[in-house]
């Protein structure tokens, strides 16, 4: 079974600049994360889909963070402009439903993000 | 915000021995997962435990936890280089679908 995958692995970015990162789900799997996990700490949820519907981004920075999930599929996040304290890693994860909250979720490789 | 603390922040130990670490959460819970993560390289679920179980076992892992005390525990028997990673608490609070993650404690197992 292939894993969740993420692409780019790195990125360097400037300030003020865009970046925008892919997540591909294990196939079939209905709920989709978006993590920050900044260097030292724990991941930090930013945003749950499922489906192609918004469970939760409570936590989601709105003025420059955004992610869709077209299709209850493939998702991407974008940060515009970005920020020096937006160098982090960003994770995506996948469970199968999600509001069963007994769930195990299964993390891709994250992008490492650095802007300068 | 983190619900979960994890103690010790870091641990250093032999190959052979036995690692504890330990977590602390503040809200009642559905459930508490324990993750590992390799240095550079997304988490791995480790083992589920939940609200209404007090220990439960996998291979060379033991997960204790204390509903009153608001607490996890787990211990890594027999400790090996390969377990040199950073180790992750997460909580489900009661009512949501949310897991919040802890801070981490950073095993470093030493041959």
């Known amino acids: 079974e292939a894993g969740v995958a993420q692409s780019p692995r790195y990125k360097i970015i400037e300030k003020r600049q865009s970046v925008a990162f892919w997540c591909n789900p294990i196939?079939?799997?209905?709920?989709l994360y978006w993590y920050q996990q900044i260097l030292g700490q724990g991941p930090k949820l930013l945003i749950q889909?499922?489906?192609?519907?918004?469970?939760?981004d409570s936590q989601l920075p709105k003025d420059r963070f955004s992610a869709e999930r077209l299709k209850g599929v493939d998702s991407t996040l974008k940060i515009q402009p970005a920020k020096l304290e937006d160098s982090a890693v960003y994770l995506c994860?996948?469970?199968?439903?999600?509001?069963?909250?007994?769930?195990?979720?299964?993390f891709g490789p994250g992008t490492r993000l650095l802007v300068l | 915000s983190q619900q979960g603390e994890e103690d010790p922040q870091a641990l250093s130990i032999q190959e052979g021995e036995n690692a504890t670490m330990n977590c602390s959460y503040k809200?009642?819970?559905?459930?508490l997962q324990w993750y590992r993560q390799n240095s550079g390289r997304g988490l791995v679920h480790l083992i589920l435990?939940?609200?209404?179980?007090r220990e439960k076992h996998s291979g060379r892992l033991r997960v204790t936890l204390d509903t009153s005390k608001k607490s996890s525990s787990l211990l890594i028997t027999a400790s090996r280089a390969a377990d040199t990673a950073s180790y992750f608490c997460?909580?489900?609070?009661?009512?949501?679908?949310?897991?919040?993650f802890g801070t981490g404690t950073r095993l470093k197992v030493l041959a």
């Open positions: 994860a996948s469970s199968l439903v999600g509001l069963a909250a007994q769930e195990t979720q299964y």
């Open positions: 196939s079939g799997h209905a709920t």
């Open positions: 889909f499922q489906n192609n519907g918004v469970v939760d």
């Open positions: 809200t009642s819970i559905n459930n």
């Open positions: 435990i939940r609200s209404n179980e």
């Open positions: 997460a909580t489900v609070p009661s009512g949501t679908y949310k897991y919040i």
